[in-house]
Every structure is written in structure tokens, then in C-alpha cells.
């Protein structure tokens, strides 16, 4: 009885495995990352949207910027994401009749994201904006509305 | 060579589904803006002397001219990044408007590929109309104005 001692038996192009399973790793990461980026977007322009639409909807100005940030805030936890990556900017947010109120949100992707191990680097920074005009004919406010200028 | 060719097949159709989220996301954000600009222009554009004059119980129209402005000052306000040659058009009736904005979206992964198309053309439409009445109120059938 002879001993299987040789390598006649092996199979040529293993390396192969290996490559095929190294670019499916990379690839992986790559797209999901890339999807990463994409709905970190979509919730960016979520909270946006949410934070310039809650400003003009306040009762009064005192109440406008927290309205704002709490609705931002609901908005970024409600896509899973963490509200503490995010920022909120509101540019000229003049509670008055026909004010142009512009809130941005910028939110901080990390560059690797692996299951089970965590987030790590400062990756990108994906941002959307969001305008609003606060109603010319709401109740609430003083003056009459001058749109026209 | 089953196995990586299986693997790029897999990262192709990937990258696809990216760059197609990446167009469907500029689509969405478009007709956001869109619907944005025709809140605001339905508001903004009513003529104020004549519903002050006229105690709020004339009907409401919107006038045209100022929708325009104020549509263009919405899309200014906030552009959307990533999407190029934007261009926008404005329709109004009596108490409605209809915005309508469209850009040229680039795709991320598609532009490496010789022959294929590196980005593709995206609309977002609003509609909006001017009611009276309390919040929520119902108003006319938005179709016809676009």
C-alpha cells in the first residue's frame, strides 16, 4: 500500500479562490460603503426638510430653532442613524412673514463600517439643504405679508 | 476562474444598483424641491394689496410673474449637489402652480466603463394650490395645471 506523499492529486488554480475571495471582500466593502454614503443622503435630506418645515410651522420664533432640532433629530434616529455624527445649520432664520428659512444637515459617514466590530475613520461628509418660506398669510405674526420685493 | 469571475459579476451588478440609488435619490430630492417651491409660490405669490383690500374675501390668484421669482429663489436657496444643468419651469392658473425641475445626474460607477452612459436625466414635479381656509382644508384637484 503506498502512501499519498505526492502532490498529483492537487488541483492547479487555488490561487484563484483566493483572489475571487480578496475581491469579493474589497467589493463588498466598497459597495456597501458607497450605499452607506447614499443613505446617510437620504436621511440628511429627511432632517432637512423636517427641521425647515417644523421652523416655519412654530407657534412663535422662541419655539422655531428647538422645533427645528428636534425634528431633525427624530428624523436622523428614525433612518438608524446617530444623531451625534449629525449637525443642523439654520441660515437665515428670520421668523417673520415671507422669510426665507434654509436648514442644512450635514452628517459624518465613517469611512469602514464592519459588523460586529464597528465604525472606523472619519470617511465623508454628506450634507443637504432644505428651504421653506414661512406662510405670508399664517395667524401668529405681526405686520402685514410683503412677498413682493 | 469560476469563482472571481462570479465575484465581479456580483460587484458589477453592485455598482448598477449604486448608481441607479444614486439617480433615484437625485429624484427624489428634485421633486422635494419642486414640491418646496410650489408651497412656497402658492403662498407668496398671492396678491397681497388685493386680499388685504378686499378683507380675504375675494378669490385668490396668484400672479405669475411673482411665482416665478419666488420659484427661483427657492431652487437657488438650496441646489442640489450632484445633480448638473438644472432647469426649471413654472406653470400657474388661477390659484394653482406647478413646478417642475429637471437635472443631468452623473453616475459614480458607470463612467468607468468605456461606452456606457455616465449619467442620465432626472424630473421632480410639484403642485400646490392656494385654498381658503384653515389648515388642512380641501382644494381643488391639482391635475390639469402641469
Known sequence: MRAALGQRGQIAGLEAVV????VFVFGTLLVANAWGVIDAKLAAASAAREAARSYVESSTSS????AAAAAARDAIEGHGRDWDRAELAMAGAA????????????YQVPLIVVPLLGQHGTGF?????HSEVVDPYRSGLDDEARCGG | MLVPAGVLVLVIL????????????AQREL??????????????????????EAGGRTELTLDAALARRVVDQAVAASPVRGVEDVTVDVRVTASQVC???????????????PGAATGTTVTGRGVATT??????AAGASATGVC
Open chain 1, 19 to 22: 483572489f475571487g475571495t480578496l
Open chain 1, 63 to 66: 419655539e422655531a430653532d428647538g
Open chain 1, 95 to 106: 421668523f417673520a412673514r415671507c422669510a426665507r428659512v434654509i436648514a442644512e444637515v450635514s
Open chain 1, 125 to 129: 461628509t454628506v450634507s443637504a439643504q
Open chain 2, 14 to 25: 453592485g455598482a448598477i444598483a449604486v448608481d441607479a440609488a444614486i439617480a433615484f435619490l
Open chain 2, 31 to 52: 421633486a422635494g424641491m419642486a414640491a418646496a417651491a410650489a408651497n412656497d409660490a402658492a403662498g407668496a405669490a398671492l396678491s397681497g394689496p388685493g386680499f388685504y
Open chain 2, 99 to 113: 413646478v417642475t425641475v429637471s437635472g443631468h445626474v452623473p453616475y459614480l460607477f458607470a463612467r468607468a466603463v
Open chain 2, 131 to 136: 385654498v381658503e381656509g384653515p389648515p388642512g
